[in-house]
Nanobody, 124 residues
Framework: QVQLVESGGGLVQAGGSLRLSCAIS????????MGWFRQAPGKGREFVAA??????????ADSDSVKGRFTISRDDAKNTVYLQMNSLKPEDTAVYTC???????????????WGQGTQVTVSS
């Protein structure tokens, strides 16, 4: 069974930074890509970013909500994916969850394994 464990969430003031981590317990043929999603209270799940293992191809949400502020990366040796979040805004407050799938995708249904999520709260 593949397990994903996130860490790094917390409370930060607007303008601050956080780095989320997502460690995967093992790789299978359906864990070639990793994605980060977020869900704010009362809202649906929103795609943030995705990356492939090995080549490290990255993909970000089309909206301007995270572009230029968030960076996804991975450490193949540590089986860990990171989401560096800078210039955080109160509207970034959400539960951030990582997921593993066959390929990078903006659709949650394309991911097979999910972590438990980590809370990020940005105060104004």
């Amino acid at each position: 069974q593949v397990q994903l464990v996130e860490s790094g969430g917390g409370l930060v003031q607007a303008g601050g930074s956080l780095r989320l981590s997502c460690a995967i317990s093992k790789h299978t043929f359906v864990t070639s890509a990793m994605g980060w999603f977020r869900q704010a209270p009362g809202k649906g799940r929103e795609f943030v970013a995705a990356i492939t293992w090995g080549v490290g191809s990255t993909y970000y949400a089309d909206s301007d909500s995270v572009k230029g502020r968030f960076t996804i990366s991975r450490d193949d040796a540590k089986n860990t994916v990171y989401l560096q979040m800078n210039s955080l805004k109160p509207e970034d407050t959400a539960v951030y969850t990582c997921a593993a799938g066959l390929a990078t995708s903006v659709r949650p249904e394309d991911y097979v394994y999910w972590g438990q999520g980590t809370q990020v709260t940005v105060s104004s």
